[in-house]
T-cell receptor, first 110, second 111 residues
Framework: QKEVEQDPGPLSVPEGAIVSLNCTYSNSAFQYFMWYRQYSRKGPELLMYTYSSGNKEDGRFTAQVDKSSKYISLFIRDSQPSDSATYLC??????????FGTGTRLTVIP | DAGVIQSPRHEVTEMGQEVTLRCKPISGHDYLFWYRQTMMRGLELLIYFNNNVPIDDSGMPEDRFSAKMPNASFSTLKIQPSEPRDSAVYFCASHSTGELFFGEGSRLTVL
């Protein structure tokens, strides 16, 4: 079993839709949870970072961690074509010990 | 800052050949990481350095892979001999305060 599991999609939504991306993890010691966005042929870039449980909001993006169920979520409101990318979730005990999901490819259709 | 710089961006080689991938981390970052990304397995950590010293190489698949960091501004990942199953995108990343910054990757194809 991988440390972090992610539905690979692909996911296709119309512009303006709310997008929900989800991951599960297996190690209860994980405290750091991150979402990276990766455009085609580019390196991943940090989108959201959450420590322990709870929600974190940044503009149209909300990251949510439920440690009781080992569930990580990213919500995108009012999705835009520029949000089309692959989204990688990651969890770990620190930046030096991160485990990544395989990524979910999202397409937002104008 | 120019960000993490990797070269080459693309490499096509034949099985058995030596491959060397290069990375220049962001200036001032004291951690450097090498990751491999494939469709099936996603992003996997191969090795990371702290202050030029290898800390954890447990992700290096086998003895054919080696990594060095001779100074704070340069690292190499070498595969010798290369095999078709090594085909992947190899990313270098660096950080100093916890946020990983990735390069644009080196796409390796071994025929």
């Amino acid at each position: 079993q991988k440390e972090v599991e992610q539905d690979p999609g692909p996911l296709s939504v119309p512009e303006g839709a709310i997008v929900s991306l989800n991951c599960t993890y297996s190690n209860s010691a994980f405290q750091y949870f991150m979402w990276y966005r990766q455009y085609s042929r580019k390196g991943p870039e940090l989108l959201m970072y959450t420590y322990s449980s709870g929600n974190k909001e940044d503009g149209r993006f909300t990251a949510q961690v439920d440690k009781s169920s080992k569930y990580i979520s990213l919500f995108i409101r009012d999705s835009q074509p520029s949000d089309s990318a692959t989204y990688l979730c990651a969890g770990g005990t620190g930046a030096n010990n991160l485990f990544f999901g395989t990524g979910t490819r999202l397409t937002v259709i104008p | 800052d120019a960000g993490v710089i990797q070269s080459p961006r693309h490499e096509v080689t034949e099985m058995g050949q030596e491959v060397t991938l290069r990375c220049k981390p962001i200036s001032g970052h004291d951690y450097l990481f090498w990751y491999r990304q494939t469709m099936m397995r996603g992003l996997e950590l191969l090795i990371y350095f702290n202050n030029n010293v290898p800390i954890d190489d447990s992700g290096m698949p086998e003895d054919r892979f080696s990594a060095k960091m001779p100074n704070a501004s340069f690292s190499t990942l070498k595969i010798q001999p290369s095999e078709p199953r090594d085909s992947a995108v190899y990313f270098c990343a660096s950080h100093s305060t916890g946020e990983l910054f990735f390069g644009e990757g080196s796409r390796l194809t071994v025929l």
